[in-house]
């Protein structure tokens, strides 16, 4: 019987609130979550994975002192449901210049791959989405990276991915429509 029990299939929102209040007044069950990581069950994982997302939008410093390990996450777990949390908690942190590319470059692989989820790319689209509204020039490597696998997964991304790409280039044209007039 593992400490972590609690962490289980069937979990509801509400029950993931309590564990978010939970952690956030304990920063032990963080620390200790993060050291018996590898030895938990994939569900476990991918539970704990899920609160530290929902205490990184209400609590960020609760969750900063482990980005390294949660960008480790993203880069190796096996896992799309952990990379994908993982992706979310990250984008709610502050990171340092050097994270923050780091994230951005992963964001650029995990959009335009054909082996991951749906889910996992969007989260990679909402990285690069921000990064655009800095560097208006990465809007053509994002509709890029859309454009290539917008014909895979489901009809619903497909059709999203299309309307994206139409909302990527009037945002663009704005952008540097903006820019040229300053």
């Not at 969007?122 to 890029?144: C, F, G, Q």
């Not at 945002?171 to 007039?181: C, G, L, V």
Request: charged share 30%; net charge neutral.
């Amino acid at each position: 019987m593992s400490y972590f029990d609690y962490l289980r299939t069937g979990m509801l929102r509400n029950e993931v609130d309590v564990y978010v209040e939970m952690w956030n007044a304990k920063p032990n069950e963080i620390k200790q979550f993060i050291s018996e990581f590898n030895e938990l069950t994939q569900t476990q994982q991918r539970k704990g994975v899920w609160i530290l997302d929902h205490l990184s939008q209400k609590n960020a410093a609760a969750v900063r002192p482990y980005r390294d390990y949660i960008y480790d996450l993203v880069t190796n777990s096996k896992d799309s449901s952990v990379r994908r949390e993982s992706f979310g908690i990250l984008y709610n942190l502050e990171l340092t210049e050097e994270q923050d590319g780091r994230m951005l470059e992963r964001a650029f692989c995990t959009l335009s791959s054909f082996d991951v989820e749906t889910a996992e790319r969007l989260h990679a689209i909402h990285w690069v989405m921000r990064a655009a509204k800095s560097y208006p020039e990465l809007y053509d490597e994002i509709i890029d990276g859309i454009e290539l696998v917008k014909d895979i997964g489901t009809p619903a991304w497909k059709r999203y991915s299309s309307k994206l790409i139409l909302k990527l280039e009037m945002t663009k044209a704005k952008a540097f429509n903006s820019k040229s007039k300053k």
